[in-house]
């Protein structure tokens, strides 16, 4: 096939910019062409705060790129992940206006909440789930500004009214039947929503060893539940906990059971997971697919995680990684504290969870999923314009 992927690179690269450049890397090695527009958010200082809110509502540039794009390549389908803010909803009107099929992957909530978490004040929040997001932006619920929540709020707004993200978009990729389910309560058309999770390549994986060190990897900040993390290692004694990422510092001191490690490469996450006992992902937001978790399977690594969102349907409780409470720092300790002192059930755990790494999170099984996505786009597509 012949693929446009479009995506909007945030200021601070996250698993979604990740997630763009392998699945790309996949489709590669599988013999299909692919061409990118990307943007990049390191661009907004450039804009003016009115410039930036009719470019968030409809951008000249990408729509009159794409239109050059489709009639340069003649792609078979346009891939889209991000388009917040600068590539924005014209992406799906100039691919309509070529009758070129458009596939987007939904990475997180934004369409149903302007923060993309469905998170307030540190708690869950399905307030502006399929209703117009006034509560947004009285919140400032984008950036804590009420500028930007009322841009975002009208781009969503205005794209709902005519039409846009039921009638552009050929098929939406869910990372979850979480997700998919919250969509579907946002208004989004259930048939044109597909489940396809995140995967990683295991070019990098250590199989892991027996070990009693528990780590963590990904930002430090609240939604990812990194202060119940710490308040929990207050009373789980004895256990190494060793921290792996950027971000909000405060409250991280190293001493001898709290070490920060900082942000690693790949290799070097992927070693510390191979010498790791479990992961923890103490999550107090719905998590969409966190890759993180797919890459401690690969290892054959448990995960430790908050019985919310998404997670449970990737991790099965006893048999690949165990739950906790969310936002339960006592709950959370005593899982850490169950898992240090059964070593060999967690060493059956994480056999456990390479073996659903090989069977559902590995490239070729993802690969297989993706084109079939796109080959149901593309019928579609054919079919609506007979």
């Known amino acids: 096939m012949r693929i446009l992927i479009v995506h909007n690179f ?30 990049s958010n390191n661009d907004i200082k450039n804009f003016t705060s009115i410039r930036l809110f009719f470019n968030t509502m409809w951008s000249r540039k990408t729509y009159k790129s794409i239109y050059k794009i489709i009639e340069q390549i003649k792609p078979d389908l346009i891939h889209a992940h991000n388009t917040h803010p600068l590539v924005s909803p014209s992406i799906y009107w100039a691919a309509s206006k070529r ?13 149903m ?18 209703k117009m997001p ?41 990372l979850s039947e979480f997700s998919k389910k919250k969509y579907i309560l946002a208004g989004l058309p259930q048939e044109k929503i597909l489940v396809k999770p995140n995967f990683v390549d295991d070019k990098n ?29 207050k009373y789980a004694k004895g256990v190494t906990l060793r921290l792996i990422g950027e971000g909000h510092q405060e409250g991280i001191n190293n001493n001898s059971e709290v070490i920060c490690l900082g942000k690693l490469p790949n290799k070097m996450v992927m070693k510390e997971m191979g010498n790791a006992l479990a992961l923890i992902v103490p999550s107090i937001c ?8 797919v890459e401690a399977f690969s290892c054959g690594l448990p ?17 690949t990684g165990l739950f906790f409470e969310p936002d339960d720092p006592l709950d959370l ?42 080959r149901e786009a593309i019928y579609s597509n054919k079919h609506n314009y007979r």
């Open 113 to 130: 909440c302007l923060n993309a978490l469905l998170l307030r004040d540190g708690k869950i929040c399905e307030e502006c789930i399929g």
């Open 134 to 174: 006034t509560k947004g932006v009285i919140n400032a619920c984008y950036r804590s500004s009420y500028t930007a929540s009322f841009t975002l709020a009208s781009m969503l707004v205005f794209h709902k009214l005519l039409g846009t993200y039921e009638n552009k978009i050929t098929r939406y990729i869910a």
């Open 286 to 293: 719905y998590e969409n697919f966190p890759r993180t978790i």
């Open 99 to 111: 009758k070129i099929p458009v596939v987007q992957t939904l990475h997180n909530y934004r369409q």
């Open 303 to 319: 995960v430790i995680a908050s019985r919310i969102g998404a997670l449970e349907n990737i991790i099965q409780n006893g048999k």
């Open 333 to 374: 300790a005593k899982k850490i504290e169950l898992a240090t002192s059964n070593v060999d059930l967690m060493w059956i755990m994480g056999k456990n969870a390479r073996k659903k790494y090989e069977e559902e999170y590995s490239p070729e099984t993802n690969y297989q999923q993706l084109i079939n996505i796109y």
């Open 10 to 39: 945030y200021k601070v690269r996250g698993g979604e910019d990740a997630v763009v450049e392998s699945e790309i890397d996949l489709l590669k090695r599988h013999g299909n062409e692919v061409y990118t527009l990307y943007r």
């Open 205 to 233: 994986t250590i199989i892991k060893k027996q070990s009693e060190k528990i780590i963590y990897v990904g930002r430090f900040s609240q939604e990812k539940g990194i202060f119940v993390l710490l308040e929990a290692m």
